[in-house]
């Protein structure tokens, strides 16, 4: 099966869907995206999805050059011609082509791309037995609900992660925990299920809202309030988030085991939860 490219309007193989150089994405990082999966074939969460693209666009001044029905319609369309039982889709907006200066260039026509590509799920092994993290000090922008390309800092934590051999780096500043390199964080303390408040120092997840939703759905106790870096000290049970990871339990915080250093009881409802949700949302919608 292929994977897919879009390039303004058009789809073609990956392989050959390519932007020029000086385009304000490569060169400035001057653009947003937004990454959707599909359960069952339909896309997760896609209204969600497609407003906070447009919302971080906004927040660049970069216009959006489809509106949701048209998104929509490309993606459904990406979709059947890759052909995959599950898929990842990767949409980038950039600011266009234009010379190289630093101002919004007067002139220039947004860049859409979007690929397609197989959806490949997290070995089950880590959700049954959980993951380890490290902690790391926030370099990151102060625009950080804003999905923007500029993931330097985020990159370079993945490999601090890497190089610890670990699965995440939790980026904290000032002894306060924000969120993942690639995921929003959660911790239970006292039985109530705790993560940081939206604003500019988090990108508010979909599957975060989703997770939010659910728990209160099941009476449990809820806040959302700053996270401390004794918070992870003193967890019951800490667990991240995420489009690609779903729920993600965390059993070892900096080498020390969280609680029993076994997924919680909260994770594992929520997880059963959350797994209840996609099929029921995939099983009665028939596409985008």
Not at 140 to 161: I, Y
Not at 192 to 207: A, M, N, Y
Request: proline share 6%; with cysteine; charged share 25%.
């Amino acid at each position: 099966m292929p994977e897919i490219g879009f390039l303004n309007g058009r789809f073609r193989p990956l392989a050959d869907t390519v932007v020029s150089v000086e385009d304000r994405g490569f060169q400035f990082g001057d653009g947003v995206y937004e990454v959707i999966r599909t359960y069952g074939g339909v896309p997760f969460q896609l209204d969600a999805h497609l407003a906070r693209l447009e919302q971080s666009a906004r927040a660049i001044e970069l216009p959006n050059p489809f509106r949701p029905q048209e998104w929509k319609s490309h993606i459904k369309e990406g979709l059947r011609l890759a052909g995959y039982p599950e898929s990842k889709i990767y949409i980038q907006l950039t600011r266009g082509v234009a010379p190289r200066e630093h101002a919004f260039p007067a002139s220039a026509s947004p860049t859409v791309v979007m690929t397609v590509r197989e959806m490949r799920q997290p070995d089950e092994a880590l959700r049954l037995q959980g993951v380890a993290v490290i902690t790391v000090e926030d370099l990151r922008w102060g625009r950080c609900e804003v999905k923007s390309l500029n993931l330097l800092p985020n990159v370079l934590a993945r490999q601090q992660a890497q190089r610890a051999g670990v699965f995440e780096a939790l980026f904290v500043r000032n002894g306060q925990v924000f969120e993942g390199a690639t995921s929003n964080v959660f911790v239970v303390r006292d039985g109530t299920l705790i993560t940081p408040p939206e604003g500019e120092r988090i990108l508010s997840g979909v599957t975060r809202s989703v997770i939010l939703e659910l728990a209160r759905k099941e009476g449990c106790s809820v806040r959302e309030r700053p996270v401390l870096e004794e918070d992870l000290t003193h967890a019951e049970e800490i667990l991240l988030t995420g489009t690609t990871i779903e729920i993600m339990p965390v059993t070892r915080v900096n080498g020390k085991a969280v609680a029993n250093g076994k997924p919680g009881t909260l994770t594992l409802l929520l997880n059963s939860r959350f797994q209840a949700f996609c099929s029921e949302r995939s099983s009665c919608v028939s596409g985008p």
